[in-house]
């Protein structure tokens, strides 16, 4: 310390931390200024910040493990998921997938059936999924400290209805626009404006908004906010809400959760749809390429494990008995 001028010190800036407790760190803190009060102080968080948005080569193939093993518990539970199951059994599914591969959950699983879906943090997961309700899960699995974000949205019986479908679409659109987006050298607050937008058009053609009401809105409680009211993203690594020096332009090497939403208590239901996405000099990444999100693929999967379920096969006929060996597999 005698021989230095300028020291850095750690503290814990992420924007949603709320530090009730003083820690052993902000105890060395303050006992380092103490005891050499003339020294520069400088605050390494921010440095750390900087190295933690860009993700390394070996930290994004972590990454794609924690996506892949989220496709994993996906698949299970379009196995597994009918009217009648609870919300809580659908949290399970993925539990037992992300833990027998190694892995664990990145954070509390959100399965809401129904109005459940409304509620943006619901954790309860404890209804039970019924016949007509749409089911929205978002989870995302941890690999070696390395977390993944998925939501998606599912029929509980397998199919959607037509209004639930066109929900679906627009949703769907607004994902698949908003991956387009990311590019480097853009603001995230540009990025959500741009969402906002295209969110907007589409509850104009849902018919949830008229331009009348979008002329007559106050600019600081558009009237879009009733039924998309969070960000559309947001970084993440060692963090699910990864730090990030967000209000910087998002650079190569990012990764960006993109997670569009609609939600309708007046209906019943809501759509969020999420992938996890690298950013690249070259264009986006989604790193979640191989799981399920089409609308006719989720129904024929779901469609074919009833089937299965039922002890026939694709042609209607019985299903030869599975060794016992395989069954345990599954």
């Known amino acids: 310390m005698c021989e230095s001028d300028h020291v850095f010190l750690n503290s814990n800036e992420h924007k949603r931390a709320i530090i009730e407790t003083e820690s052993r760190e902000a105890r060395f803190v303050a006992e380092t200024i103490r005891k050499y009060p003339l020294h520069n102080y400088r605050r390494l968080a921010q440095v750390m910040h900087r190295l933690r948005a860009v993700k ?47 892995g664990r959950c990145a954070y509390l699983p959100i399965i809401g059936s129904g109005i ?31 977390n993944s974000d998925m939501t998606r949205t599912i029929p509980v019986n397998g199919r959607f209805t037509r209004r639930q479908r066109q ?26 404006r741009e969402a906002e937008q295209m969110t907007e058009r589409e509850l104009v053609n849902l018919g949830l908004l008229t331009m009348q009401e979008i002329k ?74 191989n799981i399920p999100i089409e609308a006719e693929e989720i129904e024929q999967l779901m469609r074919e494990h009833s089937t299965a379920g039922n002890g026939k096969n694709g042609n209607g006929k019985a299903a030869k008995a599975r060794p016992a060996a395989q069954l345990a597999r599954e």
């Not at 070996?58 to 919300?87: H, M, N, S, W, Y």
Request: include cysteine.
């Open 56 to 102: 390394s080569e070996l930290e994004i193939e972590l990454i794609r493990k924690a996506c892949d093993l989220t496709g994993r518990g996906f698949q299970r539970v379009l196995r597994f998921t009918k009217p009648g199951v609870t919300e809580y059994e659908v949290e399970a599914e993925f539990i037992h997938e992300f833990v027998r591969h190694g």
């Open 216 to 289: 007559r809105q106050d600019p600081e409680q558009p009237a879009f906010k009733k039924f998309f009211m969070h960000g559309v993203g947001h970084p993440i690594g060692l963090d699910v809400h990864d730090v990030g020096l967000i209000v910087k332009p998002m650079e190569p090497g990012w990764v960006m959760t993109v997670e569009p939403g609609i939600y309708i208590p007046k209906e019943n239901f809501a759509v969020r749809l999420e992938n996890t996405v690298l950013v690249t000099k070259n264009g986006p990444v989604d790193l979640m390429p």
């Open 167 to 192: 929900v679906y679409d627009a949703v769907l659109g607004i994902l698949r626009r908003c991956i387009a987006g990311l590019a480097p050298g853009k603001k995230i607050k540009d990025w959500q």
């Open 116 to 146: 459940n879906a409304c509620c943006l943090h619901y954790v309860s997961n404890a209804n039970t999924c019924a016949d007509g309700d749409l089911l929205l899960m978002d989870v995302g699995a941890s690999y070696a400290n390395y």
